[in-house]
């Protein structure tokens, strides 16, 4: 139950820190590169999910892992 709850605590971080990716993504795709909220929104979506999934996948799930990581990826992008 203890590993359950810390693999829970890891996957949260790595979700929180995800959400800022996504933000900080989203502003310097808008205001920096003066892409257009949508096209901003395609970049941001896959910083984020890339970063969550490296993390999740390093960090989370380490010891997890089945498949190659180009798989895994596509696989966790919904």
Known sequence: ???I???FAR??????AGLLVDMASLYVAIELIGL???AGRGVS????ATFTWACN???TF???G???EIGQWARSLP
């Open 66 to 68: 089945q498949g190659g």
């Open 45 to 48: 979506y896959l910083a984020a």
């Open 36 to 38: 257009s909220y949508l």
């Open 62 to 64: 380490a010891n997890q």
């Open 11 to 16: 996957f949260s971080a790595v979700g929180t």
């Open 57 to 59: 996948r390093s960090i």
């Open 1 to 3: 139950m203890k590993q």
């Open 5 to 7: 709850a810390a693999e």
